[in-house]
């Protein structure tokens, strides 16, 4: 039987090159992000490599709609084996500007976007007894960046989150990964003026991501050079940060 994925943020970048890989390997997907016609697009794509596709244009900030989204995927499937919560967004702090609008608009997305997405399937994951939890972290969240608190907060977070569903939901046989790309050339990375070690490009990124799911990786941080400067990274002092980044 092919599998069912569902994919947040599949209308660019990172997600859409994930539901193409899944695509051509029969998956039955169900697509998730706010611009509809993108959506479509890589929608069709999806089924001439030889996938199906459902389009869920919605918000993931909006809990009513992850429910509703959620009630046609299961109609559509009769169940998941994949969740890929993927959407989110970057972008700079806006500290000084006395407006904490940007920052909330990040923490909201990639924070409350995630949970809003994950629990409405998870009684539906406990009862199967299986199924596979996938949440996009970065390596942001490894130490604060400048300008990029509430990033690195909300990847922190989303970190957080799948440590400790992990006791609950394997459990019950359902199998939690985080992944923590490093620099993928996609929209978000588009806008950064900084340097960008060890940037990757989409396509290749998407496929390592995949290959970590299907091995189980339970946390799987790329490309490799990320892996072997964590440790330096941790520790190197603010002021060179400050200046390099
Ligand atoms: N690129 C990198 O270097 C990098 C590194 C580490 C981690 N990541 C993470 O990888 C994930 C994918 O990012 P990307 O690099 O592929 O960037 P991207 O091309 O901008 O993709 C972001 C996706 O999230 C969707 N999205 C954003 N806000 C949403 C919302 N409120 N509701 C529903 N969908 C929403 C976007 O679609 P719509 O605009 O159509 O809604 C888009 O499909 C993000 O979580 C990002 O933090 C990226």
Not at 35 to 54: D, F, K, N, P, Y
Not at 95 to 101: H, K, M, T, V
Not at 165 to 181: C, G, K
Request: hydrophobic share 45%; charged share 20%.
């Amino acid at each position: 039987m092919s599998e069912r994925v569902l994919i947040s943020g599949a209308s660019s970048g990172i997600g859409e090159y994930l539901a193409y890989y899944y695509a051509r390997q029969g998956a039955r997907l169900g697509l998730i992000a706010r611009r509809s016609v993108q959506l479509e697009a890589v929608a069709t794509q999806c089924r001439s490599l030889g996938g199906q596709a459902i389009v869920l244009p919605l918000d993931v900030t909006d809990p009513v709609a992850v429910k509703t989204a959620r009630d046609t995927f299961l109609r559509e499937y009769g169940g998941i084996d994949l969740l890929i919560a993927n959407a989110g967004i970057s972008g700079d702090d806006h500290l000084d500007s006395g407006n904490p609008e940007a920052a909330n608009q990040i923490l909201t997305t990639n924070i409350l976007g995630i949970t809003n997405l994950v629990y409405p399937f998870v009684p539906t994951l406990l009862e199967q007894k299986s199924g596979h939890l996938v949440l996009i972290s970065s390596i942001a969240g490894i130490r604060g960046l400048p300008r990029r608190g509430a990033y690195t907060a909300s990847k922190k977070a989303v970190k957080a989150l799948a440590d400790s569903w992990r006791f609950t939901l394997e459990r019950s046989r359902v199998r939690v990964s985080t992944i923590y790309p490093g620099f993928v050339r996609t929209a978000i990375t588009a806008r950064r003026k900084t340097i960008m070690p060890f940037l990757m490009d989409v396509e290749p990124a998407a496929a390592k991501i995949a290959v970590a799911i299907t091995t189980g990786r339970k946390n799987y941080m790329f490309p490799w050079q990320w892996r072997l400067f964590l440790p330096v990274i941790k520790i190197i002092p603010d002021w060179i940060v400050g200046r390099v980044v």
